[in-house]
C-alpha cells in the first residue's frame, strides 16, 4: 500500500474507531489502537500476545470489516462530516455579518460544535 493511501486507511480506522470501538472486542481493539494509533508492526503485536502474524492480520481485518459494517448500517462518521461541514459554513457566515449580530450567533455555532 502507497504512503497516501495508508494514510487514507489509517485515518478512516481511526475515524470508525472513534465511533465504533467500543462496540468491539477487547482484543480488536487492542490490536487495533496497537497497529493504527501506536504504529505498531504485525511483527511487534504478534510478539507481544505470542501470536502469528497471520493470526494479528486477522484480527485486524475482522475488526476493520465489523467497524465497516457498523458503519454502513448506522452511517455516524458521515453524519458527522456534514455535520462539521455545516458548523463551519455558519461560522463562516457568521463572521461576514455586522460585528453586533456575531457574538450570539457565535455562541450557538459553539453549541452546535460541542454537542456533535
Known sequence: ?????????????????????PLLT???????KCY????????????????????????????????????SKLGLVERHIKLQAGIELLESQIAALPREWRESLADTAAKLRNAE
Open 1 to 21: 500500500m502507497s504512503g497516501e493511501n495508508a494514510l487514507e486507511k489509517t485515518n478512516r480506522i481511526n475515524e470508525l474507531y472513534d465511533f465504533y470501538g
Open 26 to 32: 477487547d482484543k480488536q481493539q487492542t490490536f487495533l
Open 36 to 71: 493504527f494509533h501506536d504504529d505498531y508492526t504485525l511483527g511487534e503485536i504478534a510478539a507481544d500476545f505470542q501470536i502469528s502474524r497471520q493470526a494479528v492480520y486477522e484480527h485486524l481485518k475482522r475488526a476493520e470489516q465489523v467497524l465497516e459494517e457498523y458503519d
